[in-house]
């Protein structure tokens, strides 16, 4: 069975960090490109980062500069390293796998960015 379980998330300030992590299990984890979605109240999904087998990254113009996505094969993480928080990146945040029909999705971590 597919799992992907979010970590990390949390309150911070305005111009605070935060670390996500997502722990993956079921499927050959290497082979896949990863990637991090979020949803804020209101609004669509986005992309925000993705990270390719060879590592290769991408990342949403709003968050360039800001966030670095990472990843382990051998232990099957991914992380989303989130720096100079906005409150506009306040979203619950999901990881990724296009592993089946609409892909494979994490449950979500909250993060909240506010004084």
């Known amino acids: 069975q597919v799992q992907l379980v979010e970590s990390g998330g949390g309150l911070v300030q305005p111009g605070g960090s935060l670390r996500l992590s997502c722990a993956a299990s079921?499927?050959?984890?290497?082979?896949?490109?990863m990637s991090w979605y979020r949803q804020a109240p209101g609004k669509e999904r986005e992309l925000v980062a993705t990270?390719?087998?060879?590592?290769?990254?991408n990342y949403a113009d709003s968050v360039k500069g800001r966030f670095t996505i990472s990843r382990d094969n051998a232990k099957n993480t991914v992380w989303l390293q989130m720096d100079s928080l906005k409150p506009e990146d306040t979203a619950v945040y999901y990881c990724?796998?296009?592993?089946?029909?609409?892909?494979?999705w994490g449950q979500g971590a909250q993060v909240t960015v506010s004084s």
């Open positions: 990270i390719s087998t060879n590592i290769r990254t």
């Open positions: 990724y796998a296009p592993l089946t029909l609409g892909g494979s």
């Open positions: 079921g499927f050959r984890f290497s082979m896949y490109e």
